[in-house]
C-alpha cells in the first residue's frame, strides 16, 4: 500500500527527515512514535502534500505510484486521508458541503456517480452515530466553534464518510479527555478493515491502549531508530524517550 | 510630471496637474445641448416637454449656471487634494465625452425588455425606471401602484410639475460648492429619480433604477457617452422604502468607455427607513464616480449596499449626516476588481448629534495589478455624547501585484463615545486551502469557496431577495469551477 523510501525532507532551509523507511501494507496499522521534534508531523505533511516542505532525497510509493507528484487533491481523491492535529476554521464554509464537494470529487475520480442528496444525508447520519457527533455541527462552518474534542471527531466523522484507502491521523490524541479518547478511537476502530491501511501518529502510548497497532516504530532526529511489535509502545512507556536517546547515542557514535 | 496611460486609458504614474482649462469643453457640451430648437429630454408626452421646457428656464438655470461657474474653478481635483490623493482622475480630464441628446437617437435603440431584464434582476414585483445614456426610456420602464401621497417620477418631471416638494432638498443636500463632480454633475443636472413619501407611507416594492450605457452613436462623432443622474429621495416622518441602483454598460469594447457622474441625494424625516442598494458593474473600460448624500432625522435609519464591480475607474463618495438625536445608519460595501481596475470609497458618517448609531462594514477582494481605496471618516461632534460607532474594512489581495490603501480616520470630539474600528488586508488562508485539498476539493474550487465565504455575509445583508440571488450569480461567474459553491454558503 505504502512505501517510504529512504526519505528526506526539509522544511524552511532546516533538514527534518533524514532517511526514513517504511513499508505498510493494506489491512495493517502502524503507530508512529516520538519525542516533539522528531519529525512525526513533518512525515504526515509530507504524506499529505502539504506546502513549505521540501523532499531533498528518496521517495514514496502509494499503491505503487509516485505519492510525491500527486498535489494535495489528487492524493486524496486517490484514497489518502490525513486527519489533522489541528483541525482548521474555516468559517462561511459548511461542514455539510465540505463533505459532499470532497466525496462526490472521490465517486467522480472513481468513475462513480454522484450521491443524491438522500443517500448522501443517510451515509452521513450512519457515520456521524460512529463518533457520537451532534448532526446540528453539519450546517455550522468548517470546525468554527468546535470545542476541541468536536473537531478530532468531525476528522474522524469526514474519515469515514471518505472512506480512504490509507489514512493517517496525526496526533489524534492530543488534547482529547479520556472519554472522547475512548469516542474517537471506538470509531477508529470500527474503519479498521482489510484494504485500509492507517498510519497512527503519536506521542504518547495512551492512544495505543485503545487501537492497538500492527507495529510500532520510533521516530528519532528524522529516522526510524526502532521497530517493533505492541510492546515498544509500553516499553517506551515505561522507560520515556530518553531511554532511545541512548540506544542511539550507543550505536551512533559520534566520529570526531 | 508626466503622465502615460496604459491600454485602457488608465493613469499608470502620477498624475499632472488638471488645468482648469480641461474643464472647458464641458461648457462647450452645455451650450451645445441647450441650443435653441433641440428638446435635451425625452418625456411621455409633447404637453409635458412643452412644461419642461418653460420650467427648466426659470429656478433651475441659476442654479446649474451657478454650478458650472463653481466646476470651472474648481477643476478636476487633482492627488494634491487630500481627499482625492489616491485616486487620480486625469484619465477622466483628459478624455472628452458628449451628452446623448434625446433627437439624437431613440434612447433605447437596439435595447429590448429582455436585455434589460438580464441587466435588471428577477423584477416583477418591483417598480422600474429605466434610463439609457441619461435619458429615460419609458418603454422600458413601468411603475406599480402606488401608495396615496407618494410621488415616484423622474426628477425632470418633478421640477416642473412639483417644484415645491423639490426646491427645498434639490441640490441643498450635496454641496456644489467644494466638490467638483458634484458641482459638475449639478451643471448637468437634468434626469435621474425622485422620490417623495409622505408621513407614514410604505412603498413595499422596492424601487429599481437603472442606468444602462450603451456604445456611442456615430452621430455623437464617436465620443465617448457621458452622464449626469441625479436623484432625490425625500422621506416624510415615518415612511419606509427601498432602492436599488444599478449602473450597467457594455462588458467589451474600450471605444465605448462611457463616464457616469451620478449624484444621489437623500432626506430621512424622523423614523424614516430607507434601504439603499447600489449595484455597479459597468465595462472594464468605465469611468463611475457616485456621489451619495444623505441627512437623517431623529430615530430614522437608513442602510446603504455599495457593490463595485465593473469600470476601469470607480470612485464612491456616500456621506452621511446623522443630523437629530437616535439617527442609525449602515453602511456595507463590496467591491471586487482585477485587471488594472482602481476602486476609491470614500464614506463620511457625521455624528453629529447625541446617541446615534453607525456600523460599517466594506470588503474587498482584489486581484491582477487592480488598486482599491478605502477611507472611513467618522466624525463625532462635540455634543454628540453617546455616539456608538463600528467600522471594520477587510481587504482580500489575490495576488501580489493587487494592492489597497486603507485608512480609518477618526475625528472624536466628545469623551462619552464608543467607538471601534479595524482594517485587515490579507491573502487566502494558506491552512484553509490546504485542508479543503485535503478533502478532494481542487485548488481552483477551493480558492472559489473562501472567495465566496469571505464575501457571503455582505452579501447575505441584502434583503431583497431577487436582487441579491443576482448578485450571487454575478459573483459565481467570477468565481473559477464555481459549480455548487453557493450551496457550501451558510
Request: aromatic share 6%; charged share 20%; net charge neutral.
Amino acid at each position: 500500500m505504502l512505501e517510504i523510501r529512504n526519505l528526506h525532507a526539509t522544511a524552511g532551509g532546516k533538514t527534518i527527515l533524514r532517511g526514513i523507511d517504511l513499508t505498510v501494507n493494506a489491512s495493517e496499522v502502524h503507530a508512529i512514535m516520538g519525542p516533539n521534534g522528531s519529525g512525526k508531523s513533518t512525515l504526515a505533511h509530507v504524506l499529505s502534500g502539504r506546502d513549505g516542505f521540501e523532499v531533498t532525497q528518496g521517495e514514496v510509493l502509494y499503491q505503487g505510484r509516485n505519492l510525491l507528484g500527486m498535489p494535495p487533491e489528487e492524493r486524496a481523491r486517490e484514497g489518502v486521508f490525513l486527519a489533522f492535529q489541528y483541525p482548521v476554521e474555516i468559517p462561511g464554509v459548511s461542514n455539510m458541503y465540505l463533505l459532499k464537494a470532497g466525496l462526490n470529487a472521490v465517486r467522480k475520480h472513481q468513475g462513480l456517480p454522484e450521491l443524491d442528496a438522500m443517500d448522501f444525508l443517510e451515509l452521513v447520519k450512519e457515520k456521524m452515530s460512529l463518533v457520537e457527533m451532534d448532526q446540528t455541527l453539519m450546517n455550522r462552518s468548517v470546525n468554527e466553534g468546535f470545542s476541541g474534542g468536536e473537531k478530532k471527531r468531525n476528522e474522524i466523522f469526514q474519515m469515514a464518510v471518505l472512506a480512504p484507502k490509507l489514512a493517517i491521523l496525526d496526533e489524534t490524541d492530543s488534547g482529547l479527555d479520556i472519554d472522547a479518547l475512548r469516542i474517537v478511537a471506538g470509531g477508529v476502530n470500527a474503519l479498521r478493515g482489510p484494504g485500509r491501511a492507517m498510519l497512527l501518529i503519536t506521542h504518547y502510548q495512551r492512544l495505543l491502549d485503545y487501537i492497538v497497532p500492527d507495529k510500532v516504530h520510533v521516530l528519532f532526529n528524522g529516522r526510524i531508530v526502532k521497530s517493533g511489535g505492541k510492546d515498544l509502545a509500553l516499553d517506551l512507556e515505561k522507560k520515556g524517550y530518553a531511554w532511545i536517546e541512548e540506544e542511539v547515542s550507543r550505536s551512533q557514535p559520534v566520529v570526531s | 510630471m508626466s503622465t502615460t496611460k496604459t491600454a485602457d486609458g488608465r493613469s499608470k504614474t502620477g498624475a499632472a496637474p488638471v488645468a482648469p482649462s480641461d474643464t472647458a469643453h464641458y461648457l462647450a457640451e452645455l451650450a451645445r445641448v441647450r441650443a435653441p430648437g433641440r428638446s435635451p429630454g425625452s418625456s411621455l408626452d409633447a404637453s409635458l416637454d412643452a412644461s419642461l421646457d418653460s420650467s427648466l428656464t426659470t429656478w433651475l438655470d441659476p442654479i446649474r449656471d451657478a454650478a458650472m461657474r463653481r466646476f470651472s474653478e474648481l477643476g478636476f481635483p487633482t492627488v494634491r487634494d487630500e481627499e482625492w490623493r489616491k485616486t487620480s482622475v486625469a484619465p477622466i480630464a483628459k478624455a472628452r465625452f458628449g451628452l446623448q441628446t434625446a433627437t439624437a437617437t431613440q434612447p433605447a435603440r437596439g435595447l429590448t425588455a429582455a436585455d434589460i431584464a438580464r441587466l435588471s434582476f428577477d423584477a416583477a414585483e418591483c417598480h422600474q425606471i429605466v434610463f439609457v445614456n441619461g435619458v429615460h426610456a419609458p418603454e422600458l420602464s413601468w411603475l406599480k401602484p402606488l401608495p396615496a401621497g407618494v410621488v415616484l417620477c423622474r426628477l425632470e418631471e418633478a421640477v416642473a410639475r412639483h417644484r415645491g416638494l423639490v426646491e427645498p432638498f434639490l441640490a441643498r443636500l450635496a454641496n456644489p460648492a467644494d466638490r467638483a463632480f458634484t458641482a459638475l454633475n449639478t451643471a448637468f443636472l437634468r434626469d435621474g429619480l425622485f422620490l417623495h413619501l409622505p408621513d407614514e407611507s410604505v412603498v413595499p416594492e422596492p424601487i429599481h433604477l437603472l442606468f444602462v450605457t450603451q456604445p456611442a452613436p456615430a452621430s455623437a462623432g464617436g465620443a465617448a457617452i457621458m452622464t449626469h443622474p441625479r436623484n432625490l429621495i425625500v422621506a416624510g416622518p415615518g415612511s419606509r422604502a427601498s432602492l436599488v441602483e444599478s449602473y450597467v454598460g457594455p462588458q467589451e469594447s474600450e471605444q465605448t468607455a462611457g463616464f457616469t457622474n451620478a449624484v444621489t441625494e437623500i432626506s430621512l424625516a424622523r423614523n424614516a427607513v430607507l434601504d439603499h442598494y447600489s449595484l455597479q458593474r459597468h465595462g472594464q473600460a468605465a469611468f463611475h464616480v457616485a456621489t451619495t448624500q444623505v441627512r437623517q432625522e431623529r430615530s430614522s435609519r437608513y442602510t446603504s449596499h455599495a457593490i463595485s464591480l465593473g469600470a476601469a475607474l470607480a470612485r464612491y463618495d456616500i456621506d452621511v449626516v446623522l443630523a437629530e438625536e437616535g439617527a442609525e445608519c449602515t453602511l456595507n460595501g463590496l467591491y471586487m476588481t482585477a485587471g488594472r481596475q482602481q476602486v476609491d470609497f470614500h464614506t463620511t458618517i457625521d455624528h453629529a448629534r447625541p446617541n446615534c448609531v453607525s456600523r460599517e462594514l466594506y470588503k474587498g477582494v482584489l486581484d491582477g495589478h487592480s488598486r482599491g481605496v478605502f477611507n472611513g471618516k467618522i466624525i463625532v461632534r462635540t455634543d454628540a455624547r453617546g455616539t456608538d460607532s463600528i467600522q471594520a474594512n477587510r481587504n482580500l489581495l489575490l495576488s501580489a501585484d493587487a494592492l489597497v490603501d486603507t485608512k480609518p480616520e477618526l475625528q472624536i470630539f466628545n469623551n462619552d463615545v464608543k467607538c471601534k474600528h479595524a482594517a485587515a488586508i490579507g491573502q487566502l488562508d494558506e491552512k484553509a486551502l490546504f485542508y479543503l485539498r485535503s478533502r478532494a476539493i481542487g485548488l481552483e474550487a477551493a480558492r472559489s469557496l473562501l472567495i465566496h465565504a469571505f464575501v457571503s455575509d455582505i452579501v447575505g445583508r441584502i434583503s431583497v431577495e431577487p436582487l441579491r440571488e443576482a448578485l450571487e450569480t454575478l459573483l459565481l461567474a467570477r468565481l473559477p469551477e464555481y459549480s455548487g459553491v453557493k450551496e457550501a454558503a451558510l
